[in-house]
């Protein structure tokens, strides 16, 4: 079940699951992640026993190896999104760190939307202490 849902994960870049599976994924996957960086025959044959997809293990090493070539570690994000209806299973996002493109737009648009609103204040501060003087 793992290795099926690491090659999902490597493949798709997120997948929906639950939460105890998402953090039994976490543990299989981040060891493969990081063997991805060295491209080896020995790193290829070790991941290939683990994945056993031959798809997979190419887009891990040829594009999410060289994305995370940079990072020390922490490859994967859980995001908790609530409780499954039938069961009440508490389910969750498992992505990849650097594929979230959404949220690496967002967050530069936030920085620079308040460091314009840091902007006006000063000079909405500045008139209103000129008009008391």
Known sequence: ?????????????????????????????????????????????????YLQNKESVTELFRDVALKVANRPGGYTRILKTGHRLGDNAEMCFIELVDYNEHRLKTTSIDTAAAKRTRRSRKKAETTTTDEKQ
């Open 1 to 49: 079940m793992l290795s099926n849902m690491a090659s999902s994960l490597i493949l798709h870049k997120r997948i929906t699951t639950t939460l105890a599976k998402a953090k039994a994924l976490r543990i299989y996957v981040e060891p493969l992640i990081n063997k991805s960086k060295d491209d080896s025959t020995h790193s290829r044959r070790v991941v290939m026993s």
